[in-house]
């Protein structure tokens, strides 16, 4: 079965430092990839996706992914994050098929500190 | 444009009663529906599609008595917690998938988050 991990729960970091959150992705032939952010109470924001084309996606609030096929990974970074970027990240991928639904990661809380 | 609003954003209702939730797209027509359900700190959980005009397809240890989904148009599905007890207490979320764009497009409502007491 297709599955997305995130191999971290948590990941403090402090203000201006960089970070990256890191998602795995069971392999298949076709995949789109996504990472969503979700502050408290609130429901998810797409940040950026990957559907093909260059590997390197660049999306909202200065954050950028990388689509590496050969490890199936999907990492997630920002150089200079801010207190603002504190907030739930999920990775999520689409295997295809009109019926087919995101299947997400369990999440990575981020949290920057002062 | 591509905005998903569900209503209410907080309910409160007592064990035994029912609640509904509404799930609108309000500039796209929405051929599928999706509902999730989020525990505290956890990822979300798929409970069923519905697409306009069909039944709901619930995913496996989902109740379909005890949450009915309505999708009878283009641009509504509604979430009805039947008898809600305590443990039903969660974050549900919508999301809807429309005519345009590809197949993988999901776009996600602000969330409802209900207590039963």
């Known amino acids: 079965a297709q599955s997305v991990t995130q191999l971290d729960s948590q990941v403090p970091v402090f203000e201006e430092a960089p970070v990256e959150l890191r998602c795995n992705y069971s392999s298949s032939v076709s995949v789109y990839l996504f990472w969503y952010v979700q502050y408290p109470n609130q429901g998810l924001q797409l940040l950026l996706k990957?559907?093909?084309?260059?590997?390197l996606v660049k999306g909202i609030n200065g954050f950028e992914a990388e689509f590496n096929k050969s490890q199936t990974s999907f990492h997630l970074r920002k150089p200079s994050v801010h207190i603002s970027d504190t907030a739930e990240y999920f990775c999520?991928?689409?295997?295809?098929?009109?019926?087919?639904?995101?299947?997400f990661g369990k999440g990575t809380k981020l949290s920057v500190k002062p | 444009g591509a905005v998903v609003s569900q209503h209410p954003s907080w309910v409160i209702c007592k064990s035994g009663t029912s609640v509904k939730i509404e799930c609108r797209s309000l500039?796209?027509?929405?051929?599928?529906m999706f509902w999730y359900r989020q525990f505290p700190k956890q990822s979300l959980m798929l409970m069923a599609t519905s697409n306009e005009g069909s039944k709901a397809t619930y995913e496996q240890g989902v109740e379909k008595d005890k949450f009915l989904i309505n999708h009878a148009s283009l641009t509504l599905s509604t979430l009805t917690v039947t008898s809600a007890h305590p443990e039903d207490s969660s974050f549900y979320i919508c999301?809807?998938?429309?005519?345009?764009?590809?197949?993988?497009?999901?776009?996600f409502g602000p969330g409802t988050r209900l207590t039963v007491t």
């Open positions: 999301s809807a998938r429309g005519l345009a764009g590809g197949s993988h497009e999901q776009y």
């Open positions: 999520a991928a689409y295997y295809g098929g009109s019926q087919g639904n995101l299947i």
């Open positions: 990957y559907l093909s084309g260059s590997t």
């Open positions: 500039d796209f027509q929405a051929t599928t």
